[in-house]
Nanobody, 121 residues
Framework: QVQLVESGGGLVQPGGSLRLSCTASGKFFRLDDMAWYRQTPGKQRDLVGTITSRGATNYANSMKGRFIISRDNDKGTMYLQMDDLKPEDTAVYYC???????????????WGQGTLVTVSS
């Protein structure tokens, strides 16, 4: 059984910053590609950006320049640094990861439970 747990959400004023974390746990061979998504009530879940196991990143156009994704493979953790936050960034942020499981080797796609980010004065 593997799982992802997000943390770091909360209330922040417009223009402020937050750093979210997503930590993997359980028995797995290694983590492959990971991603951050976000969702507001009544809307679909949108991609924020992705990061490969080697650290190559890709972002949705609207996130470029303000959001940075990074990861620490030794800790099994991915981060989302969010700067200059705007009220429209208010959402539940979810992490997603492809686990490579062993015995036999296979992929397993997992989601975290989400962490709420509220940008408001």
């Amino acid at each position: 059984q593997v799982q992802l747990v997000e943390s770091g959400g909360g209330l922040v004023q417009p223009g402020g910053s937050l750093r979210l974390s997503c930590t993997a746990s359980g028995k797995f061979f290694r983590l492959d590609d990971m991603a951050w998504y976000r969702q507001t009530p009544g809307k679909q879940r949108d991609l924020v950006g992705t990061i490969t196991s080697r650290g190559a990143t890709n972002y949705a156009n609207s996130m470029k320049g303000r959001f940075i994704i990074s990861r620490d493979n030794d800790k099994g953790t991915m981060y989302l640094q969010m700067d200059d936050l705007k009220p429209e960034d208010t959402a539940v942020y979810y992490c997603n990861a492809n686990f490579i499981l062993s015995g036999p080797y296979r992929y397993f796609d997992a989601w975290g439970q989400g962490t709420l980010v509220t940008v408001s004065s």
